[in-house]
Nanobody, 117 residues
Framework: QLQAFGGGLVQAGGSLRLACSAS????????MGWYRQAPGKQRELVAT???????NYADSVKGRFTISRDNAKNTVYLEMNSLKSEDSSIYYC?????????????WGQGTLVTVSS
């Protein structure tokens, strides 16, 4: 129900844009976000955005990454600039999707971002 796009290989200092679209029966979508997990590490928060546009970022990406959403398209984006080798990870999108009166948490399949130094 969540599908992520846009990962790839980029040089340090470069940019990438990730997108994640929700599909299926959707009444509304509350918080959407991006998390990442590097090999041997725990999954960590990158950024979240609420339905009213309030954003939250991990300290490590503040000033470099921008999260946004298009509610009409049920899509969340992550614009990543000034990428560093330590940003290399699998990025997962996350969303709390309401169907009728029930909210469930969903995860996308993950998209690999590799930053070469």
């Amino acid at each position: 129900q969540l599908q992520a796009f846009g990962g790839g290989l980029v040089q340090a200092g470069g940019s990438l844009r990730l997108a994640c679209s929700a599909s299926g029966r959707i009444s509304s979508i509350n918080v959407m976000g991006w998390y990442r997990q590097a090999p041997g590490k725990q999954r960590e928060l990158v950024a979240t955005i609420s339905g009213d546009g309030t954003t939250n970022y991990a300290d490590s990406v503040k000033g470099r990454f921008t999260i946004s959403r298009d509610n009409a398209k049920n899509t969340v984006y992550l614009e990543m600039n000034s990428l560093k080798s330590e940003d290399s990870s699998i990025y997962y999108c996350n969303a709390y999707i309401c169907v009728l009166f029930r909210s469930n948490e969903y995860w996308g399949q993950g998209t690999l971002v590799t930053v070469s130094s």
